[in-house]
Every structure is written in C-alpha cells, then in structure tokens.
Antibody, heavy 123, light 108 residues
Framework: QVKLVESGGGVVQPGGSLRVSCAATGFTFRSYGMHWVRQAPGKGLEWMAFVRYDGDKKYYSASVKGRFTISRDNSKNTVILQMSSLRIEDTAVFYC????????????????WGQGTLVTVSS | SYVLTQSPSVSVAPGETATVTCGGDNIAAKSVHWYQQKPGQAPVLVISYDRDRPSGIPERFSGSNSGNTATLSISRVEAGDEADYFCQVWDSGSDNPYVFGPGTRVTV
C-alpha cells in the first residue's frame, strides 16, 4: 500500500542545521509531486515546501524560503528537506505528503501523509 | 498573502449535521480542499476540489464553494467524526502560495 516514512528529526540548537527525509513506497514516486508540512505543538498545519514530480519546480513558504531546501531523488524514492538557520519557532512535527494527482504542474491536495518526525530547536 | 478564516469550534449532536466554513476573498475562484485530523494522527483528505470525495470517505462528507465561503458538511454525525478540520487552497501569486486555514474543532 502507499506509505510515507519520515526520519531524521531530533534536537538541534538555534542556528543549526538538520536534514529530514521521507521514504516512499507503494506508488510510482517519480510521477507525483511531494510536500513538506509542519505542525507546531498544539497548533495548526503550516505548509513548508513542494517539489514537482520531476524535481524541476519548487515552491516555498515565505517563512522558510532561503533557509530550507526541498529536493527529491527519484531513483531512491526519497524526498528531503534540508533545514538551516533553525529557530526556536521551527519546532514542530514535520510531515511529508504525496499529491493526490500524478503529473501535476501546480501543487494540489495531498492524499497520503507520513506519521511525521519531530524537530525540536532548543538550546 | 491569501488568508483563510475558520471558526475555532463547532459543536454538534450525534445524528445531526455539522457545518464547517472557510472564508476567503472570492474563494469561489479557487479550489478548496478539506482535511480531517484526529489527535495524534496525520491529516486525512476528506474533500478535494471543492466537492470531490476521495476513495474511502463516507458520503456523509460533502463540500461546496461559493462567493467568499467554502463549506464542509458532515451529515448524520458520528462520534468518530470528532476532529480538527482544515481547509486549504493554492494561491499562485502569493509569497505564501499553499495556504491552510487555522482549523475548526468539531465536537460531537
């Protein structure tokens, strides 16, 4: 079945860097755009970044643009979020999510989410 | 950037209909998607493109979008429907293009 598994979360100091990954199984990964969405404790959903199915187009939220980089490796069915200059307010559960429709050029709804990985930014 | 508004909470009796609204400037011009999130779980897509139900979502869930308000309706509400519900749109011209609403807690 379709499954996404995030990894790489942990505790990092303010100003530090961290890389979180998402391993995908059960579908043709190279055909689907992928997202990263985060949720701070007790808060709502905040979208971070999107990478198109072919990796050629990326979008970012204003709050992470220039600090976070999304990438994908279609040979390994993996999407990665490289985070730098981390702030205390970046503390959250980070989810990767798969687009509902294949081959889309603009981001749309997501029909599969991972279980999330917790990133804690603290001194 | 585009802003979505939702009421913080809705309370409904079992068997009744819950109505969750999502407000935005001329939101009818955009496609609205709805997610359900239960405590400790990842979100689940319940309505896409204003009114489409993904496979496995009960017919009790329906959506509409008109003017400045999109609506998620849950008919014959069950205890298992108690959750947070988030609307979401894509606003291509914005510096924050992929927007979630703040969420509505539906209490049964």
């Amino acid at each position: 079945q379709v499954k996404l598994v995030e990894s790489g979360g942990g505790v990092v100091q303010p100003g530090g860097s961290l890389r979180v990954s998402c391993a995908a199984t059960g579908f043709t990964f190279r055909s689907y755009g992928m997202h990263w969405v985060r949720q701070a404790p007790g808060k709502g959903l905040e979208w971070m970044a999107f990478v198109r199915y072919d990796g050629d187009k990326k979008y970012y939220s204003a709050s992470v643009k220039g600090r976070f980089t999304i990438s994908r490796d279609n040979s390994k069915n993996t999407v990665i979020l490289q985070m730098s200059s981390l702030r205390i307010e970046d503390t959250a559960v980070f989810y990767c999510a798969k687009e509902l429709r294949s081959g889309t050029y603009a981001p749309g709804p997501t029909d599969t989410w991972g279980q999330g990985t917790l990133v804690t930014v603290s001194s | 950037s585009y802003v979505l508004t939702q009421s913080p909470s809705v309370s409904v009796a079992p068997g009744e209909t819950a109505t969750v609204t999502c407000g935005g400037d001329n939101i009818a011009a955009k496609s609205v998607h709805w997610y359900q999130q239960k405590p400790g779980q990842a979100p689940v897509l319940v309505i896409s493109y204003d009114r489409d139900r993904p496979s496995g979502i009960p017919e009790r869930f329906s959506g509409s979008n008109s003017g400045n308000t999109a609506t998620l309706s849950i008919s014959r509400v069950e205890a298992g429907d108690e959750a947070d519900y988030f609307c979401q749109v894509w606003d291509s011209g914005s510096d924050n293009p992929y927007v979630f609403g703040p969420g509505t807690r539906v209490t049964v």
